[in-house]
């Protein structure tokens, strides 16, 4: 997303675990793929229109592909903001692509357009583990993925993002922490990003579980956010979340 962008200042995520879905608004694309461990080894770009010269093009399913060995360059190089809507399932091998039936090409294309799948986001023939769909990179994103913990690696990516400040480096957050945010995410969290604490012997970051609402775009999570700040609601859990400078380690209130 562009810079300045005040989406960049929060970040919500809602977590569907029994239909490995889950909603993001504020994380971006290439922040979701430097942190989730389990990396997408090829993409089937559904929708989206890379700028650079080094992706291909599948003849057989007249779609664009980005091999492995272009990804990084890829994830690094292109402004996906820029695209409007950024779609794309991934693959196992080149010769996945040419056993993909015409089933299988419509159901892919259901997705395109419908940002859900038709039936399973799995595509036999693919052997994928994700189905990707966001609209202005960071404004609004659908993930299907076969681990959806694993979102846990970008939920402290972004939270070490936000806080490290001039600390040269930080401990990892510990398992306990995560899956407490985790389990908020499974209602609805969000991160207060914009007034993150970066200096001092305690910088740290204020999350939120929405219990009681679903937020569908940045406009309904800036307006959540503002009743939310300065106070503590009977029906809505609050977490702070600091780091202890001089013993490393990370600590909640």
């Known amino acids: 997303m562009k810079k300045g962008s005040n989406t960049r200042n929060q970040a919500y995520i809602r977590i569907y675990e029994e239909e490995h879905r889950l909603t993001a ?14 990396k997408p080894p090829n993409l089937l770009i559904l929708d989206g229109c ?8 599948h003849d057989g399913l007249n779609l664009d592909i980005i091999p492995g ?22 693959y196992a091998q080149e010769e996945s692509l040419d056993r993909v039936t015409e089933e299988e090409l419509a159901e892919l294309l259901y997705f395109r357009y419908r940002c859900k799948p038709l039936h399973d986001y799995h595509v036999g023939s693919l052997g994928n583990r994700y189905a990707y769909y966001t609209h202005d990179d960071g404004y609004f994103a659908s993930i299907y ?5 694993d979102y846990c690696a970008v939920i402290e990516r972004l939270i070490r993002t936000h ?12 398992p306990e922490i995560l899956d407490r945010l985790y389990g908020m995410a499974q209602k609805g969290l969000l991160l207060d990003l914009e007034r993150a ?31 939310l700040r300065g106070r ?14 001089r013993r490393k380690r990370w600590e909640t209130s």
Not at 50 to 57: I, L
């Open 69 to 90: 060995a272009q990804m990084q360059h890829f994830v690094d190089t292109e402004d996906i903001y820029n695209y409007g809507n950024f779609c794309w399932v991934d």
């Open 163 to 174: 806080t490290q400040g001039r600390l040269r480096s930080m401990a990892p957050l510990p």
């Open 25 to 38: 608004i504020g994380p971006e694309f290439s922040e979701f793929y430097a942190a989730i461990p389990h």
């Open 145 to 149: 993925m076969d681990r959806p913990a």
């Open 232 to 245: 503590r609601s009977a029906t809505e859990e609050s977490l702070g979340i600091w780091y202890n400078v």
């Open 50 to 57: 890379p700028m650079w010269n080094a992706f291909e093009r």
């Open 197 to 227: 604490f970066t200096g001092g012997p305690y910088p740290g970051i204020h999350a939120y579980c929405l219990a009681s609402a679903d937020i569908y775009s940045a406009d309904d999570l800036h307006e959540r956010l503002d009743r």
